[in-house]
């Protein structure tokens, strides 16, 4: 089930769209601010967000601009506001779309639908744990906004333990998944890989990402 966020000041409206995406099948939660909606979004994962730009506290804009800081979570705006050269900014700020107010709940729901499919078929190539994506397409590592070099073999053993951040790999599968080849119990690359990309990751953040089970081998930390 996909959750999706609702970011309006407007009580009727928000209630309004809360009911007609759950009646949908959606899980859904309201925001009534920018702070609030903020504050939701540290503690909380969704698919999608719906976002009024006229918000109490923090603005649309401003949360907009959070929003994307730290992920690829699809942004619909749905505005009052229907000047092109508001459009033309929000859509630069990274919204993935825009719906002018008063709005139809039906095209609402139509674009909502679209927005799910565009991000369920790119999910395949994105990986996102925590504060950590990594672009399969582009092989590419970005931790909160800051581009992350890596080897190939760096990529690989972090491909393999974000795929499934709950197993416990052992060096010999971990070796033979990235190297491709076969494992003589040289235990040294390992561990020196691991050692390289938890450097890396210490220069963009106190996050500890992979965690060593001892006696076994490594997983994703706490995922």
Avoid at 48 to 65: A, Q
Avoid at 68 to 76: E, H, L, Q, R
Avoid at 104 to 129: D, F, G, P
Wanted: net charge negative; charged share 25%.
């Amino acid at each position: 089930m996909s959750a999706i966020l609702i970011v309006e000041d407007m009580q009727d409206i928000n209630d309004m769209l809360y009911q007609y995406l759950q009646n949908d099948g959606y899980s859904c939660m309201q925001a009534f601010s920018g702070t609030e909606a903020l504050l939701l979004l540290k503690s909380e994962t969704f698919d999608l967000i719906l976002l009024d730009l006229m918000l109490p506290g923090l603005t649309g804009e401003e949360l907009l601009t959070q929003i994307k800081k730290k992920s690829d979570t699809p942004v619909i705006i749905l505005s009052a506001k229907d000047t092109v050269d508001t459009r033309v900014e929000v859509l630069e700020l990274g919204a993935d779309d825009y719906i002018c107010k008063p709005f139809v709940l039906k095209e609402v729901l139509a674009r909502v639908h679209v927005q799910l499919r565009k991000r369920n078929s790119s999910t395949n190539q994105l990986l996102q744990i925590k504060n950590m994506r990594l672009n399969l397409m582009t092989v590419e590592l970005m931790i909160d906004d800051h581009k992350v070099a890596l080897t190939k073999h760096e990529f690989n053993i972090l491909r393999l333990l974000m795929e499934s951040p709950n197993q416990v790999f052992t060096k010999q599968a971990i070796y033979e998944y990235a190297w491709e080849d076969d494992y003589y119990g040289d235990e040294r690359i390992i561990n020196t890989h691991i050692g390289n990309l938890r450097a890396k990751f210490r220069q963009y953040s106190d996050q500890d990402y992979i965690q060593t089970v001892w006696g076994i081998g490594f997983k994703f930390a706490d995922a």
